[in-house]
């Protein structure tokens, strides 16, 4: 699998405005409390995404007792998108220390904020699928099964992509902008830990939309 990374324009404004504007009125007065509610109202921040390449390949096999008659092959591209970032309800007014220009912030660990497999990115290799083989083809539900393992396999593997080292550098670039940006001098951003936070949603891949043989 091979993964394409890029900052993106996802950055909730809303989020980002609202921090900055609470941070502006409230961390003149050490009021940490208010800036730890405000910023908990925030909800989720994404910061980065990635776009997964993934090959699908699968075999249907004939058989006759113990002899293989034939076997009918399937490859496809496909692709997943990943949006990572923090979710901003888990600071705690004890994550934000500050000392004159000096600031302390401990963020929550990464979390994938949104996981897409859209069977849009669903292309067939036509060159080294052989499909339709005599008494046996590989049809919509077998291509399911095939799409489903993929999506399985994407997941099962996310955190070792690199995805919360660079999800961190982001996050981290993001607050020290907007944090630099209101007179802090020495900024200090660290993460809870290096875990990767996938939520348990189900899987998506519709054989409505599955390529038709």
């Known amino acids: 699998m091979k ?10 404004f809303a989020s980002i405005l609202l921090i900055l504007a609470v941070l502006i009125s409230s961390c ?20 980065t995404e990635f776009v997964i390449d993934k090959i699908v390949f699968g075999t249907k096999t004939k058989r006759l007792a113990f002899f293989k008659i ?4 399937f490859m496809a591209y496909s692709q997943a998108k990943v949006k990572t970032g923090i979710d901003l309800s888990k600071i705690r007014e004890s994550d934000i220390r500050i000392e004159g220009n ?12 949104n996981f897409s497999y859209p069977p849009a990115s669903f292309v067939e290799d036509s060159l080294i699928s052989n ?12 291509q399911e099964e095939f799409f489903r393992l993929a999506e399985l396999d994407i997941r099962e593997n996310l955190q070792y ?13 993001m607050f020290n902008v907007l ?5 802090y001098e020495e900024i200090y951003i660290n993460f809870e830990n290096d875990d990767l936070i996938i939520s348990k ?13």
Do not use: C, W
């Open 3 to 12: 993964a394409k990374i890029s900052l993106t324009p996802y950055l909730y």
């Open 28 to 47: 003149q007065n050490n009021d940490r409390a208010l800036i730890v509610g405000k910023i908990q109202n925030a909800s989720d921040l994404a910061t």
């Open 70 to 73: 034939n076997e009918a092959s």
């Open 102 to 113: 000096k600031i302390h912030l401990r963020l929550p660990p990464i979390e994938v904020i």
């Open 131 to 142: 499909p339709k083989i005599f008494l046996n083809k590989i049809n919509i539900r077998d």
């Open 161 to 173: 992509m690199g995805i919360v080292k660079t999800t961190q550098n982001h996050t981290r670039q």
């Open 179 to 183: 944090l630099g940006s209101l007179g």
């Open 201 to 213: 949603v189900n899987l998506l891949v519709n054989p409505e939309n599955l390529v038709e043989q």
